[in-house]
């Protein structure tokens, strides 16, 4: 069965007027493009003036139609579709930068295809929300290539008890300069804090749309 391609139509914006920038946003491994987090991060950047458009893997969009809850493939397998979506969203840009990003699985992918020379050749940075550098309880095995082979400016937003990746074990990883970090405090890998943390998702997400806007504002100068 031929997997569908990602189109201009399966994309869905969240335009800024006026629009300084574009970033392509794809979802993480268990949640479509509409979950709260990606609704939540789209919804502020298109306020902050960067058009977001968020698409979905075939996979994902596989379970709209009543397809079986399976997990994503591999990540390189992804490639491909993130390129399609790439030439989608180019379509609709706006004049300004054309980022790639999302959560989770989906700055991976993005990571991945933007060291692609022949795919990323379009794409001027990359935002990572909640990169998963390990699977939790187990960082004997980073998942380091995507961002040490990155070609343009990458930035990683990462809550400070994300169990993907800490602080402490970001810090001791081999990562070029071009790659910059912000952790969200008392955030997990969703960037929610616990109940008696001062911090709040809100205030957590809003400032992650505050530092992808000042980082794609910065490519565009």
Known sequence: MTEPRTSVETLLWDRAEPSRATLLLAHGAGVGMDSPFMAGIAE????????????????????????????????????????????????????????????????????????????????????????????????????????????????????????????????GYDLPDSISFAYLEDGDHDFKPRGRSPATWKGNLDQAADLVTDFATALGS
């Open 44 to 171: 502020r950047l298109a306020a902050r003036g960067v058009s977001v458009a968020r698409f979905e893997f075939a996979y994902m969009a596989a379970r709209r139609t009543g397809g079986p809850k399976r997990p994503p493939p591999k990540a390189e397998r992804l490639i491909g579709e993130f390129a399609a979506a790439i030439e989608a969203a180019r379509v609709g840009a706006s004049d300004g930068p054309l980022l790639i990003g999302g959560k989770s699985l989906g700055g991976r992918v993005a990571a991945m295809t933007a060291a692609d020379p022949e795919i990323g050749e379009h794409v001027s940075g990359v935002a990572c929300l909640g990169y998963p550098f390990h699977p939790p309880g187990n960082a004997d095995i980073p998942r380091l290539p995507p961002l040490q082979e990155a070609r343009v400016p990458v930035l990683v937003c990462q809550g400070d008890r994300d169990p993907f990746g800490k602080p402490d074990e970001i810090g």
